[in-house]
């Protein structure tokens, strides 16, 4: 899969979609404001996660040359501790916090073990070497 930085979807969003029928619509106009920083949220964790696997793909790598193992649950069990308190200060609920980091990183284990396995491949191979 190629990958374009800071490319825009080619297909127009219709911003006004919606299923809700009998809206007055001076509500409706409202409700598409409200919905317009949701969809500037959502771009912007589209954004922030594409950063953090490119960051994640590089660890990936170092840990395959290095052969460490893909997960280090002391560092996932403080990045949590840290999460937790963060969202519980940000009034987000810390269960889903907890919840949303593990599904990232359980997602980046997987991508690990991709690129360690690739790694090993490419180095039985080369006949071991680098
Ligand atoms: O920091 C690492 O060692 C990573 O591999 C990154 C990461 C993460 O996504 O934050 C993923 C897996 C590890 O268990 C811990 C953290």
Redesign the pocket.
């Known amino acids: 899969m190629t990958m374009t930085q800071n490319s825009e979807p080619s297909e127009p969003f219709d911003a006004r979609a919606s299923s809700l029928n009998d809206v007055d619509p001076a509500v409706f106009e409202e409700l598409l404001r409200m919905r317009g920083t949701i969809d500037n949220i959502d771009a912007a964790l589209v954004h922030m996660l594409a950063e953090r696997f490119q960051a ?1 793909q590089r ?1 990936g790598l170092l ?1 395959a040359q290095y052969q460490l193992p ?4 002391h ?2 069990a403080a ?1 949590i501790d840290r999460l937790r308190r963060l969202a519980e200060s940000a009034r987000l609920d810390p269960e889903f916090a907890e919840k949303f980091l593990n599904f ?2 359980s997602e ?2 997987r991508h ?1 073990e991709r690129i360690a396995e690739d790694h090993n491949r490419d180095r039985e191979a080369t006949g071991g070497n680098e």
């Open positions: 994640t660890v840990k893909p997960g280090d649950p560092r996932e990045q990232i990183i980046v284990i690990h």
